[in-house]
């Protein structure tokens, strides 16, 4: 069994993007991107689960978040704006190193943690997981690991990309290729398409409530969609 969703060469790749990870120019730029993006989808998902006001300003008030492979606290920061009690956690010390600096001169309190998933304690209402899966050593083991941390009425909402020729091209062949992307972030063989994922979350206890993609055009920019080809986020709860 595996004992880690680490893989060391992915942790060390991303750590070195570290320095910039905020900077809306630097290497990171297609997560500032992608970050509206997903949090429209979250904030809809938690109004629908959990019943609140979509126009209320912290729908997550009383409740606590997990976000792993947190990155530099792109996610992390909105989280808790929405008045959730934030965990998160990455497996880069340096990402979490940036993290806790930027919570800091931002005023906000988050619980970041450098680590492992299946190392972690506790149970959280909502867990996010945005382009994380791909990365992982076993997306099975990964998944059961998270639904061990998902409390019993949680949320678990994930991003990733999805394993088409579409994908292939627009993120590794365009996107990695013209530096837009850091050279190396993807490897097409771990991408996962939706009807696998599905059957991975049932396989960890999971039932799939919604799937949504994430394309792509010249005049929409990336934008949540039906079209599934390129990115897609899925949210599920406990069977």
Same mark, same amino acid.
């Given at each position: 069994?595996?004992?880690?969703?680490?893989?060391?060469? *992915?942790?060390?790749?991303?750590?070195?993007?570290?320095?910039?990870?905020?900077?809306? +120019?630097?290497?990171?730029?297609?997560?500032?991107?992608?970050?509206?993006?997903?949090?429209?989808?979250?904030?809809?998902?938690?109004?629908?689960?959990?019943?609140?006001? *979509?126009?209320?300003? &912290?729908?997550?008030?009383?409740?606590?978040?997990?976000?792993?492979?947190?990155?530099?606290?792109?996610?992390?920061?909105?989280?808790?704006?929405?008045?959730?009690?934030?965990?998160?956690?990455?497996?880069?010390?340096?990402?979490?190193?940036?993290?806790? *600096?930027?919570?800091?001169?931002? !005023?906000?309190?988050?619980?970041?943690?450098?680590?492992?998933?299946?190392?972690?304690?506790?149970?959280?209402?909502?867990?996010?997981?945005?382009?994380?899966?791909?990365? $992982?050593?076993?997306?099975?083991?990964?998944?059961?690991?998270?639904?061990?941390?998902?409390?019993?009425?949680?949320?678990? $909402?994930?991003?990733?990309?999805?394993?088409?020729?579409?994908?292939?091209?627009?993120?590794?062949?365009? +996107?990695? !290729?013209? !530096?837009?992307?850091?050279?190396?972030?993807?490897?097409?063989?771990?991408?996962?398409?939706?009807? &696998?994922?599905?059957?991975?979350?049932?396989?960890?206890?999971?039932?799939?409530?919604?799937?949504? !993609?994430?394309?792509?055009?010249?005049?929409?920019?990336?934008?949540?969609?039906?079209?599934?080809?390129?990115?897609?986020?899925?949210?599920?709860?406990?069977?």
């Amino acid at each position: 069994m595996v004992q880690t969703s680490i893989v060391p060469e *992915e942790a060390e790749r991303f750590g070195r993007l570290a320095g910039d990870w905020w900077d809306p +120019g630097g290497a990171s730029a297609m997560l500032h991107k992608l970050n509206p993006v997903r949090l429209k989808y979250i904030r809809d998902m938690i109004d629908q689960h959990w019943q609140r006001d *979509e126009c209320s300003r &912290r729908p997550l008030e009383g409740r606590t978040a997990l976000d792993v492979g947190c990155g530099a606290g792109l996610l992390a920061e909105p989280l808790a704006r929405l008045g959730a009690s934030v965990t998160a956690i990455d497996a880069s010390p340096e990402v979490i190193h940036v993290a806790r *600096e930027h919570a800091s001169a931002m !005023g906000l309190a988050i619980d970041y943690r450098a680590g492992d998933v299946q190392q972690l304690e506790g149970q959280f209402d909502l867990i996010t997981c945005m382009e994380v899966i791909e990365h $992982v050593a076993d997306p099975a083991a990964f998944l059961k690991a998270l639904a061990k941390r998902l409390a019993p009425d949680g949320l678990l $909402v994930m991003s990733t990309p999805n394993a088409t020729s579409w994908s292939r091209l627009m993120m590794i062949t365009i +996107g990695e !290729g013209l !530096g837009r992307i850091p050279k190396g972030t993807h490897d097409f063989d771990k991408f996962i398409s939706p009807e &696998r994922m599905k059957m991975l979350l049932a396989d960890a206890g999971f039932k799939c409530l919604d799937v949504e !993609g994430i394309a792509w055009s010249p005049t929409r920019g990336l934008h949540l969609s039906d079209d599934v080809r390129l990115n897609y986020l899925v949210a599920a709860v406990h069977a």
